[in-house]
């Protein structure tokens, strides 16, 4: 499966924008998928993910209440809205699928990355 992010940009603080990661390879609906950000030096942060089918979705605590993670199968699709953009939300953006059925947050819990989109916040 391979895996396309886009949607990223230069914002203030306060904010919105909608990261999309597009999917593309035998049956990618079955992969759930996760939403990931990593700033230089340092490790992949979970940020979201949804199961396969859309039924159960997870947050990083730092995140919730602010971004919120959906998909359309159809369109081979996962969103990501992020309101109220914070500079600590700074960082390049990446969306990963797996196989697991659950919205897992581990980054090694996923074998397909796509490239990252950045997000750069202004405040």
């Known amino acids: 499966v391979q895996l396309q992010a886009s949607g990223g940009g230069l914002v203030q603080a306060g904010d919105s924008l909608r990261l999309s990661c597009t999917t593309s390879?035998?049956?990618?609906?079955?992969?759930?998928t996760g939403w990931f950000r990593q700033v230089p030096g340092k490790e992949y942060e979970f940020v979201a993910a949804?199961?396969?089918?859309?039924?159960?979705?997870s947050y990083a605590d730092s995140v919730k209440g602010r971004f919120t993670i959906s998909r359309d199968n159809a369109k081979n699709t996962v969103y990501l809205q992020i309101d109220s953009l914070k500079p600590e939300d700074t960082a390049v953006y990446y969306c990963?699928?797996?196989?697991?059925?659950?919205?897992?947050?581990?980054?090694?819990?996923?074998?397909?990355w796509g490239q990252g989109t950045e997000v750069t916040v202004s405040s």
């Open positions: 990963a699928a797996t196989l697991l059925g659950t919205a897992a947050s581990a980054p090694s819990l996923y074998g397909y």
């Open positions: 390879g035998p049956t990618v609906s079955s992969y759930s």
């Open positions: 949804v199961s396969w089918n859309g039924d159960s979705s």
